[in-house]
């Protein structure tokens, strides 16, 4: 009786911390992120891209996990094919984010649809922050990698 209290107890706290996360991790993508890219990261055809069934996608390589960190750490500008579309624009640097925020932000994004990729951490982003920066050209250059282009077209 009292080991089943105990597991009770520790499932509640569990999904109570998992409710937390979720919370602050759309808290961030709100404030900073869904005046473009929508609520649940619907976008806008042609001028925002679509991030839910997208950035889980990105987020399960490794390479796609680098843009996505750039992108947001250092902005992205020119013409990028998504959903059979070229998008030319201007995304701004969040850098002023913290390692945390950006995480949160990355995380509730990746797992929006899909299965669901490992989860981003501060530290992930801290090692990507600490190398030379790139310029939102460099970015999206990155992003334009045929590999990641095929994973989340």
């Known amino acids: 009786m009292i080991a089943a ?11 109570g911390a998992m409710s937390t996360a979720t919370e602050a991790q759309s808290t961030v993508y709100d404030a900073n992120c869904a005046i473009c890219h929508q609520a649940a990261g619907a976008g806008v055809p042609g001028s925002f891209p679509r991030l839910a069934g997208r950035a889980g996608a990105l987020a399960a390589l490794p390479d796609g996990r680098r843009v996505m960190i750039s992108t947001v750490l250092y902005g992205m500008t020119g013409r990028l094919q998504v959903e059979g579309q070229t998008i030319v624009g201007l ?35 801290a090692t990507l922050r600490a190398q030379p920066p790139l310029t939102p050209a ?16």
């Open 5 to 15: 209290r105990a597991a009770a107890v520790i499932l509640a706290a569990a999904f």
């Open 91 to 125: 995304m701004p640097s969040f850098a002023a984010l913290s390692d945390v925020e950006i995480s949160e932000a990355l995380n509730y994004v990746a797992h929006l649809e899909g299965k669901p990729p490992p989860r981003f951490t501060a530290a992930e982003i």
């Open 138 to 153: 460099q970015v999206n250059a990155l992003a334009r990698d045929p590999a990641l282009a095929k994973a989340a077209p």
